[in-house]
């Protein structure tokens, strides 16, 4: 079931969601080599308290067969696609980072994602995580009335064969809004005019994962978190609350 939010819930979801989108900030700037994902995390953990936020990630369990999420963010290297766990790994210069945040704040979720290189960045990581952030500003384009969750799913698919990589299959963005993860799913391919048409109050968390081989699959390591290519190549992924407004399109987790 669909639920659309008031202007009064909007407002507060900005405030959620500008605590993840400082909260990134944050982790992004100190993501540099010689730093550990677990360092990261504690930085997110830290900000998101003083916030008086609470994280959304940490315990989170989807099902029965998976054991709760053990970070306040995912932290995804290389050829991490997402919910990678924040560990002891150490960065190093020339890794493709992704960082997702969620938090809860008067009750309502904010949820986003950003890559960025540590360090010095290869040309063509550099290309892989701008194709996967023009990928997210079309769909953010695309969250109007009366289009599809089809054309959102378009714009993203559009993208990513104009660049010639894989788009993670399984995978896509989701409802949000007093849960993490609600109804609708939002694919990350589609066709035009498909699917459940938007309204105004729909919130949406929109979150294009592009491969840079190309290939879309994907292998879980026995942590049963961290989801990593089937080739080994590289991944980009990033991730916005977007609400479909009257004014347009608005960013709940911009800066
Ligand atoms: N942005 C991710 C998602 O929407 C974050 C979930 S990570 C988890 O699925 F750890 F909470 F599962
Ligand atoms: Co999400």
């Not at 290297?77 to 990678?84: E, I, L």
């Not at 109050?201 to 190309?214: D, K, N, R």
Request: overall charge negative; glycine content about 10%; proline content about 6%.
């Amino acid at each position: 079931m669909v639920s659309l939010k008031s202007n009064a819930e909007i407002e507060l979801m900005r405030e959620a969601g500008r605590v993840v989108a400082d909260t990134l900030r944050v982790v992004t700037e100190a993501a540099r080599p010689g730093v550990t994902l677990k360092e990261l995390d504690a930085l997110a953990a830290e900000h998101i308290r003083a916030a008086r936020a609470l994280p959304s990630f940490l315990g989170y369990r989807p099902y029965a067969s998976v054991p709760p999420f053990p970070g306040v963010l995912c932290l995804s290297v290389n050829d991490v696609v997402v919910h990678g766990v924040p560990n002891e790994r150490v960065l190093r210069d020339g890794d493709l980072l992704s960082a997702d945040c969620g938090a809860i704040l008067g009750g309502y979720h904010g949820d986003s994602a950003v890559t960025v290189a540590v360090g010095r960045a290869d040309p063509a990581a550099e290309r892989l995580a701008l194709a996967t952030r023009e990928a997210l500003e079309a769909a953010i384009a695309a969250m109007v009335p009366d289009n599809t969750i089809g054309d959102v799913a378009n714009a993203v698919q559009r993208v990513a064969e104009a660049y010639g990589y894989g788009i993670l299959r399984d995978h896509g963005g989701h409802g949000i809004g007093t849960s993490m993860h609600e109804d609708p799913h939002v694919p990350n391919s589609g066709r035009p005019g498909r699917g459940y048409r938007l309204r105004e109050g729909l919130v949406l968390a929109l979150e294009p994962m592009f491969v840079e081989s190309g290939r879309t699959d994907y292998r879980i390591l026995p942590d049963r978190w961290t989801l990593v290519t089937a080739d080994g190549s590289r991944a980009a992924h990033f991730e916005h609350t977007v609400a479909v407004t009257g004014d347009g399109p608005r960013v709940l987790t911009a800066l």
